[in-house]
């Protein structure tokens, strides 16, 4: 069995993990794991994912979580576990973080913004193709 302790789960869109904790069943061992004081900690993405429907913040995670999926932030979940890859997944995007919402890097490069917004279109319009068009009738 695990638990994992993240103190800021409701305030920061992708909070660290600070202690994970296992206990192994058959001869109740316990293995603590601390990550308080290390500086590229493990991130927890997809909070929607961990909550029910009836969690107050859900619609703000999810909401997050499909914003992220829309930009292609979540597109390679094992570069992006940690916070350094985090932050280099985000700035490769050109975005940032303003609260649960992902926003434009005002200092982005406008050729890498073109680029990125263009990934994002294709992106959509593979999640959405279009409906194949009827014949005409004459």
Request: hydrophobic share 30%; net charge neutral; aromatic share 10%.
């Amino acid at each position: 069995m695990f638990g994992m302790f993240y103190p800021e789960f409701d305030s920061d869109p992708h909070p660290a993990l600070q202690t994970r904790m296992q206990v192994d069943l058959r001869d109740l061992h316990v293995h603590y794991q601390d990550y308080d004081r290390e500086d590229n900690p493990p991130l927890l993405h997809r909070k929607d994912s961990l909550v029910r429907p009836d969690y107050p913040l859900y619609e703000r995670f999810t909401h997050l979580t499909r914003q992220e999926e829309n930009w292609g932030l979540l597109d390679n979940l094992s570069r992006i576990s940690d916070r350094r890859g985090w932050e280099k997944c985000l700035g490769a995007h050109c975005a940032q973080l303003q609260g649960h919402r992902v926003v434009w890097r005002q200092d982005a490069d406008p050729y890498q913004v073109k680029l990125v917004k263009s990934a994002m279109r294709a992106r959509q319009a593979s999640q959405n193709p279009l409906p194949p068009s009827s014949p005409s009738h004459q």
